[in-house]
């Protein structure tokens, strides 16, 4: 590693003042900044930046709740999402924003199936299939009804604590899964928080979902990690995982950050999540430019401008003069 030598001194201070417990998640950071990169079935991932595009279908979401509960309104915005780039379309029923209340699974299921029923034909008229479809729940029964109906990706945000019965339904459709970091339930998760190092902390709880997953029968090479922006977290612990995002490298998978219109982008305490468009930019291109090959992201046509800058100067070193 050619790090200049004042970074280096200060890199080594701030070993020798990290707790023991440090040490380990540093020797990994590491190791991972060496490994091979990872690959996942269906996606192109390490090739160029991939797009999650968004698609809420709840009342209640922070940004576009109630926009989207209508099945034609819901395909409509799909198929736009498609065209403007996106790779992934990542289609939720139950708000996970801080204070929500939890939603049921008869509740759930009536805002899923009929719009992935509708997908599923309208994607199916695209070139190539159009992109995978990810089911956003917390609820194996959701989850194995959406493989059902040609949901290729699963993205739990509990990272499978919160359904005993997900491993299961994952490992039995050969599904991709999205394990997130979550400190607490969406309802509390934002009192109280706090850590001794967040980054590590996150790092762990990733490590150990990844296990679970392995023993559940999930292959490894269907997981994509993500550490939860805004998931129990203070505004301090998104920036310092902005900051550290490469230090997940070391978990050997793709890596997925969502961002998108969240309020520790906000500028002012007042400010609506619409006028977050330029802090997003600043914070999607500091996610890729720190490893994230997966972005999920409700404004996609932006997105995929950014995406394709950052990949333009990080992913061909060959270029360099
Ligand atoms: N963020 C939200 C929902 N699902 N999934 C992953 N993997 N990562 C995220 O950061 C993430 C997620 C919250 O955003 P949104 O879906 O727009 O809001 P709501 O939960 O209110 O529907």
Redo the contacts with the bound molecule.
């Keep these: 590693m050619d790090l200049p030598r004042d970074r280096t001194a200060a890199f080594i201070a701030a070993l020798r003042r990290a707790p023991p417990s440090l040490a380990s998640e540093i020797v990994n950071a590491l190791a991972g900044a060496t490994a091979r990169a990872a690959t996942l079935p269906y996606l192109p991932v390490g090739r160029r930046t991939i797009l999650m595009g968004?698609l809420?279908v709840?009342p209640?979401?922070?940004?576009?709740?109630g926009r989207f509960t209508d099945v034609k309104t819901a395909v409509r915005h799909a198929l736009r999402l498609a065209e403007e780039g996106a790779e992934i379309l990542?289609v939720?029923g139950e708000?996970?924003?801080p204070g929500?209340l939890p939603v049921g699974l008869r509740e759930e299921l009536g805002r899923v199936l009929p719009v992935l029923e509708a997908l599923r034909e309208s994607l199916g008229r695209l070139p190539g299939g159009g992109p995978i479809v990810s089911i956003?729940t917390t609820k194996a029964e959701v989850a194995r009804r959406a493989a059902l109906l040609g949901a290729r990706m699963i993205?739990d945000?509990s990272g499978m604590t919160r359904d005993p019965a997900m491993p299961a339904i994952v490992a039995e459709h050969r599904s991709l899964v999205?394990l997130?970091h979550i400190r607490g339930r969406p309802r509390t998760m934002q009192q109280e928080v706090r850590y001794r190092s967040v980054v590590p902390e996150v790092a762990a709880f990733l490590r150990g979902a990844l296990a679970r997953a392995r023993r559940a029968g999930v292959p490894r090479e269907h997981v994509i990690v993500?550490p939860?922006?805004?998931?129990g977290k203070r505004r301090s612990h998104n920036l310092a995982l902005l900051r550290h995002l490469g230090v997940l490298r070391s978990l050997g998978r793709p890596i997925?950050a969502?961002t998108?219109?969240?309020s520790f982008l906000r500028a002012g305490r007042d400010e609506p999540p619409e006028a977050r468009r330029e802090s997003g930019i600043a914070a999607m291109t500091l996610a890729v430019a720190g490893g994230a090959d997966i972005i999920?992201v409700?404004d996609v046509r932006e997105a995929l401008r950014v995406a394709r800058l950052c990949d333009a100067v990080l992913r061909r070193p060959s270029d360099t003069p």
């Excluded at 939860?228 to 998931?231: K, L």
Aim: glycine share 16%; proline share 0%.
């Design positions: 968004v809420n709840t209640d979401s922070f940004s576009d709740g990542d939720g708000s996970t924003r929500a956003d993205n945000i999205v997130q993500d939860g922006f805004g998931f997925l969502g998108s219109r969240k999920r409700h």
